[in-house]
């Protein structure tokens, strides 16, 4: 394993990188931080924790918060110790060695490649509904026209439209709780409170724990994005201060958009009565006969998935810039316009979007599947990475610089420890596990692909 990388030199890259805008304010990188978890896997794919759990949801999400918010306070923790290291991929990095750092970078911007087309496919199912004379295909190019567009602006034109749409999510998810809150205690409900339907039909865990706990293998993935917020941050006036807010934000957001809104829905409606697929939110306000409910979710959900592809847009070309500044990728692309965009960066990351698309309709269930499924484990693959980045440099700063570590990782080192822990048993479990092991060996043959080109790379270069 290589040794701890110079925190200076992570900075620089091994080519030297041209300064990024620092546009982004602090109410951008908060609004980034706050939407990256907010997104179609709340509002449409909670259906299916709720419909396997039933009311003990509520926990599964809880113990998938957690995690996540560990991971986070890792990142906050070493970006504080590490200044001019942000970017998540550059935490395996420094902490584990070149290599680590490669394949973090290169996995990561994988991942978003593939959700960008993703995302651009849901948005234009959504928008398909209101426009059949349109195809699906040219809704989703149209999407991701319009949205590499705005990343080619300049970054301050990202972080407004990012601003705003997580915005729109935020008062969305606040507006729901509030409202079912009121039908939930009795005080728009004429029938009285509803909080029986958490233990009425089968108890709060009716298929039992171990379903609970198994649940989060899915639940996870719907918390990941939250380290979004370290790029954006590196495109901010302070940097590490903004990265090191966040452990504080990941915790408000968990328990209230996400326990709180599952709380909600459970306590409104029967959990049997939620059909995998179709969103609980639509459902709820259904049950309390919200005028136009379905609609304004439609509305809701969309708004996600043109945030997510903008944020997908953005994170997949400050991968690939950074990649080449530390001599991971063509050279060509350190290299910024007038405005300070890496416009090159994103040109490409958007074509290969454009390419995971076009598989979407050309090879559905083969080139397109692959896609999919090998980007199943690929996030906590990275997180995990960042984990034991943690402890490696955590020991070194303790030998070294004692006085830099502003910001402590909770419970150190147990809690690394335990954030370790559950992520492997999560992996191991989607290995075992007959419907969730493609995942699993998908993902693993796209990071042996991606560690035998770092080898090859090294080769070529003696």
Request: one cysteine or more.
């Amino acid at each position: 394993m290589n040794d701890v990388i110079p925190a200076e030199d992570i900075a620089l890259g091994a080519y030297g990188k041209p300064q990024l805008s620092q546009s982004l304010q602090n109410r951008h990188i908060s609004m980034i931080a706050i939407g990256g978890i907010i997104g179609a896997g709340l509002f449409v794919g909670s259906s299916t924790t709720i419909a396997q759990v039933g009311p003990a949801a509520v926990i599964t999400y809880a113990l998938a918060g957690l995690i996540i918010m560990l991971v986070m306070r890792m990142i906050s923790e070493m970006a504080m110790a590490m200044p001019g290291v942000q970017a998540f991929p550059d935490f395996a990095r420094a902490g584990i060695g070149h290599w680590a750092g490669f394949l973090s970078g290169w996995l990561y911007w994988y991942f978003w490649v593939v959700v960008v087309a993703i995302e651009a496919i849901a948005g234009a199912k959504i928008l398909g509904q209101w426009f059949p004379q349109v195809e699906p295909w040219q809704i989703g190019v149209g999407l991701m026209a319009l949205l590499t567009g705005v990343n080619l602006m300049s970054t301050r034109s990202y972080g407004e439209f990012e601003f705003w749409f997580s915005l729109t999510k935020v008062l969305a998810i606040i507006g729901f709780i509030f409202v079912a809150g009121a039908w939930a205690f009795g005080i728009s409900n004429p029938s009285g409170p509803t909080f029986s339907n958490l233990t009425e039909h089968g108890g709060f865990a009716p298929k039992g724990w171990g379903v609970a706990l198994a649940a989060v293998t899915s639940t996870i993935f719907a918390l990941c994005g939250a380290e979004i917020s370290t790029i954006a941050a590196a495109e901010s006036a302070e940097p590490a201060k903004a990265v090191a807010r966040l452990s504080l934000t990941v915790t408000v957001r968990i328990v209230v958009f996400y326990i709180l809104a599952i709380l909600m829905i459970v306590s409104v409606v029967p959990w049997s009565q939620i059909v995998p697929g179709y969103s609980p939110f639509a459902a709820t306000l259904a049950a309390m006969q919200v005028p136009g409910g379905e609609t304004i979710m439609n509305l809701v959900v969309l708004v996600a998935v043109l945030s997510c592809l903008n944020s997908g847009l953005y994170v997949t070309s400050r991968t690939l810039f950074g990649l080449a500044g530390h001599g991971d990728a063509p050279q060509w692309l350190v290299a910024v316009n007038a405005r300070k965009v890496p416009a090159r960066a994103i040109l490409v990351a958007s074509l290969f979007s454009y390419g995971a698309l076009a598989m979407e309709r050309i090879s559905p269930d083969t080139v397109f599947s692959f896609l999919l499924n090998s980007s199943g484990v690929t996030m906590l693959l990275l997180y995990l990475m960042v984990a034991v980045a943690q402890l490696r440099t955590r020991a070194m700063i303790e030998r070294e610089a004692t006085k830099s570590l502003q910001i402590r990782m909770w419970f150190h080192p147990f809690a690394t420890l335990f954030a370790i822990a559950a992520m492997l048993a999560v992996v191991v479990f989607m290995a075992i596990e007959p419907a969730l092991a493609s995942q699993f060996w998908a993902s693993l043959a796209v990071a042996a692909a991606f560690l035998l080109g770092y080898g090859a790379m090294r080769m070529a270069r003696g």
